[in-house]
C-alpha cells in the first residue's frame, strides 16, 4: 500500500473471476512459443537456431512456472515480450505482451483498505483515499466491511480472512474513536 504505516490494513477478497485472463495469458504464451518455433525453422544460421532454441526454452519455463507456481502471468509475458522483440525486431510485438503484462498485473493486484489517522485508504490505480470527515461510520462484522459515507455513498466488501469477535471489536472501535474525534 506504499510507504505510510497503517493502524489497520484489510485484505479484501478478489470480486473478479481470472479464468478469461488466464485463458488470453496462457493462448498469448503459446502463440510467442509458436512465433519463436517459426523463426527457428527458417533460422538462417546454426547459431540463430541454438539462439532461438534457448529462448523457446526460456519462454517454457517461466510460462510452466507461471502456471504452476505463481498463478500470474506478468513475468512470463515481459519475457515473451523481450524474447519476441529480439526475434523479429518488431515493436509492435513488444508492446502488445508488455501491455498485456501489465494488464494482468493490475487485474489480479491485492486490493487492500488501510486505515490510519488521517482516513481510508484503497490500493487501487488511481488511491482512493477518504479522510475521516467524510466518514459516517466503519464496521467489520461477519468479514464484511462496511464504510458509509457522508454523501450517501456506502462501500461494503468481503474480506478475505476469518477475523475472531476480539479483532472486529477491537477494529470497530478504532474507527469508532477517530469518527468521534472528527
Not at 512465433?35 to 540463430?48: G, I, M, N, P, R
Request: proline residues 1%.
Amino acid at each position: 500500500m506504499g510507504l505510510r504505516t497503517y493502524d489497520y490494513i484489510v485484505t479484501l477478497k478478489p470480486t473478479t473471476n481470472y479464468k478469461i485472463f488466464d485463458w488470453i495469458s496462457n493462448l498469448l504464451m503459446l502463440l510467442s512459443v509458436g512465433l519463436v518455433a517459426y523463426a527457428a525453422y527458417y533460422a538462417k544460421t546454426q547459431k540463430e537456431l541454438i539462439i532461438e532454441l534457448v529462448c523457446i526454452v526460456a519462454i517454457l519455463i517461466t510460462w510452466f512456472y507461471s502456471f504452476k507456481v505463481v498463478g500470474k502471468y506478468s513475468r512470463s509475458l515481459l519475457w515473451a515480450a523481450i524474447v519476441l522483440g529480439a526475434v523479429y525486431m518488431n515493436i509492435w510485438l513488444l508492446l502488445v505482451y508488455g501491455i498485456a503484462a501489465y494488464l494482468e498485473r493490475q487485474v489480479k493486484f491485492q486490493q487492500e483498505i488501510g486505515f490510519d489517522e488521517t482516513g481510508i485508504t484503497f490500493n487501487s490505480f488511481p488511491a482512493k483515499k477518504y479522510q475521516w470527515h467524510e466518514v459516517s461510520n466503519v464496521i467489520l462484522k461477519d468479514d464484511i466491511i462496511t464504510i458509509d459515507l457522508y454523501n450517501n455513498k456506502i462501500i461494503q466488501r468481503e474480506i478475505d480472512s476469518d477475523t475472531d469477535e476480539d479483532m472486529q471489536k477491537e477494529f470497530n472501535e478504532y474507527c469508532r474513536s477517530h469518527l468521534l474525534s472528527v
